[in-house]
Nanobody, 126 residues
Framework: QVQLVESGGGSAQPGGSLSLSCEVS????????VAWYRQIPGKEREWVAI????????AYPDSTKGRFTISRDAQKNVVYLQMNSLKPEDTAAYYC???????????????????WGQGTQVTVSS
């Protein structure tokens, strides 16, 4: 059974930074693309970063490009999300998971291969 444990969330001021971690257990981590997602209550989950299985390619939607950086440590089975220049609209619960695949521009397709973790809350306010 795959388990995902997200951590590192908290409160930050606009312009600040936070670093999230996602520990993956029960899966051959290196064989999957992994994405970070976020969700606001009442809205659909949206992706904010993806890193492909070889770790060499990353992609971001326009909303996070240039501010967020995804990385992975295959030996530790951990995926990271460095968030800089935070904005109030980044406030959400953040999750990681492996998408079933990705399309053009490495946009993850809908769905997730693993059970969702509990997420970690990020709140950006002054």
């Amino acid at each position: 059974q795959v388990q995902l444990v997200e951590s590192g969330g908290g409160s930050a001021q606009p312009g600040g930074s936070l670093s999230l971690s996602c520990e993956v257990s029960g899966a051959r981590f290196s064989g999957y693309a992994v994405a970070w997602y976020r969700q606001i209550p009442g809205k659909e989950r949206e992706w904010v970063a993806i890193i492909v299985a070889n770790g060499g390619t990353t992609a971001y939607p326009d909303s996070t490009k240039g501010r967020f950086t995804i990385s992975r440590d295959a030996q530790k089975n951990v995926v990271y999300l460095q968030m800089n220049s935070l904005k109030p609209e980044d406030t959400a619960a953040y999750y990681c998971n492996a998408p079933p695949g990705y399309g053009r521009g490495f946009v993850p397709v809908t769905g997730a291969l693993w059970p969702w973790g509990q997420g970690t809350q990020v709140t950006v306010s002054s």
